[in-house]
């Protein structure tokens, strides 16, 4: 039986509060819960699940209730598979990671060999002077995201390039030529880019791991960051790669940290259109899940605040906009207040982080949004003392987030 049960008989409740305060801050495996995945979902036609407001993240599948940490990584195994099963498709099994550094041209070059075949693709890298070790950030499309770069003052910066395993459409267009699928050809038609991509980072980090000495690198104080959809993809990231200590997701809007359920009521409630299952961008998930999902939002066994928190214990900073109506940021703080709660019950509320604050272009990140990442970064990056209790709702202080988790244990 795959669940554990934790004694806590005769622990004094300082002694518990003392251990959680030193949950890691990362793992060295991609998932060190492996053992505990609970094989593939049902079929959504077989789903008897039903609940209009956002599940309990620590009621199991099985129905049973438990907040320990202790069975934690149960909880991530039975999440990521539905969000695989159903919204983005199977992260794939591969053999092997060969990698190599270039010091001249400053290139990390990988390739993952395949039953299909092997797929490569670069990186440039930006390593700081001196000798290191360096923390690392990995920023989508760009080396530090869209944040600033002087924010990751001391770090070496590694931008993902994900054209070279999924080309990205606005338009929705799917590129089943990609190099992704030419390796993985049974995904061409199932998958999401959200899927591959996110695979493809934890690719790219094995690199780092394989190449740390010639980098330079600190591998375990590792970080990710993007914007808008490739804010999606950060998030993505950090739920699925325990290796990643510090993630950063900038108004990431629907199907980021946006709950399905929560935009759709939002829509609902004041007629403005936002991201939702109906009008998602169906090159970047699954295509099944409008068919299984839309209009049926509470059969979904699961809602993004529980993406978020398969990230915890590790750190997390979300910076919003909500002048962007598209975003639904009403939706992402509702989001966030709810995955809030696994950090505070397990006792490192300054491990999650956010900042919702207009008056500033799309991931243009404003002065106070800036500080948060300073901050984040000296904490988690560099292991300085610094103060990370920082949850600014902005204009959404009075929103009663009360009415989507009240029937949580």
């Not at 991609?30 to 079929?43: Q, R």
């Not at 390593?127 to 070790?133: A, C, L, R, S, V």
Request: glycine share 8%; charged share 20%; aromatic share 12%.
């Amino acid at each position: 039986m795959k669940r554990l049960f934790l004694m806590l008989i005769g622990i004094s409740l300082s002694t518990v509060l003392m251990a959680q305060k030193s949950l890691p801050l990362c793992y060295s495996k991609e998932n060190s819960g492996k053992s505990l995945s609970p094989g593939s979902s049902p079929k959504a036609e077989q789903i008897t699940y039903n609940q209009r407001f956002l599940p309990d993240p620590f009621l199991f599948s099985d129905g049973i209730f438990d907040d320990s940490f202790n069975n934690w990584e149960l909880h991530r195994n039975e999440v990521s598979q539905m969000v695989q099963d159903y919204e983005i498709g199977i992260r794939p099994n591969f053999n092997k990671v060969v990698s190599e550094f270039d010091a001249v041209s400053k290139k990390l070059k990988v390739k993952v060999l395949t039953d299909s075949g092997q797929l490569e693709f670069f990186s440039d890298v930006v390593i700081p002077e001196g000798k290191g070790p360096f923390p690392v950030v990995i920023g989508m499309n760009f080396p530090s995201g869209s944040i600033k770069p002087q924010l990751f003052e001391g770090c070496i910066l590694i931008p993902f390039y994900h054209d070279q395993i999924i080309k990205s459409s606005h338009q929705a267009v799917r590129d089943t030529a990609a190099a992704f699928y030419k390796v993985f050809p049974e995904l061409r038609d199932v998958s999401g880019n959200y899927s591959g991509w996110s695979w493809a980072i934890s690719r790219l980090i094995d690199a780092i791991f394989q190449q740390k000495k010639r980098l330079h690198a600190d591998i375990s104080h590792i970080a990710v960051t993007g914007c808008s959809y490739a804010g999606k993809m950060a998030m993505f990231a950090g739920a699925f790669d325990e290796r990643i200590a510090l993630t950063i997701i900038q108004e990431s809007g629907g199907g980021g940290i946006n709950c399905w359920r929560v935009s759709d009521y939002y829509t609902d409630s004041t007629t403005h259109d936002v991201e939702r299952v109906n009008n998602t961008n169906y090159s970047w998930f699954s295509p099944k899940f409008k068919d299984d999902f839309n209009g049926k939002l509470s059969r979904l066994p699961y809602d993004h605040h529980q993406i978020i928190s398969m990230i915890a214990p590790r750190a997390v900073l979300v910076l919003g906009n909500p002048d962007f109506e598209w975003l639904c940021d009403y939706s992402g703080y509702v989001s966030c207040a709810a995955a809030a709660k696994v950090w505070d019950r397990f006792g490192i509320s300054d491990r999650f982080g956010f900042v919702f604050e207009g008056g500033h272009n799309h991931c243009m990140a404003c002065d106070s949004e800036n500080d948060a990442v300073k901050r984040f970064v000296a904490k988690y990056l560099f292991g300085k003392k610094s103060d990370t209790n920082i949850r600014e709702a902005g204009i959404f202080k009075d929103v009663n987030t009360n009415r989507w988790t009240s029937h949580w244990q």
